[in-house]
């Protein structure tokens, strides 16, 4: 099993920045990607980063792309999402995941709120 808890979500003006965090424990050896999803009010949760533990490739929806930036750090056992310019769109809960071997996503965070106001 692995353990997702995210923090750093909060209210931001339009065009503001927030960095989120993921941290990540327990049995990790059948873990390679980790990454964020989110749900917009109203809508289906939606795909946003995702980057490879053992590569550090990065993927990322197109509406972020230039804007956040997913990365690793402690030792993999930190995974963050700093976003930048952001948007009111941007407002909805930010979930973390985790695979496992080829299930993606399979572990998930409780998730945390980001608002962009105007």
């Known amino acids: 099993q692995v353990q997702l808890v995210e923090s750093g979500g909060g209210l931001v003006q339009a065009g503001g920045s927030l960095r989120l965090s993921c941290a990540a424990s327990g049995n990790m050896y059948f873990t390679n990607n980790f990454g964020w999803f989110r749900q917009r009010p109203g809508a289906q949760r939606e795909f946003v980063a995702q980057i490879s533990k053992q590569s550090g490739t990065t993927f990322y929806e197109d509406s972020v792309k230039g804007r956040f930036a997913v990365s690793l750090a402690d030792a993999n056992s930190t995974v963050f999402l700093q976003m930048n310019t952001l948007e009111p769109s941007d407002t909805a809960v930010y979930y973390c995941?985790?695979?496992?071997?080829?299930?993606?996503?399979?572990?998930w965070g409780q998730g945390t709120q980001v608002t962009v106001s105007t």
């Open positions: 995941a985790a695979d496992y071997g080829s299930k993606w996503p399979h572990f």
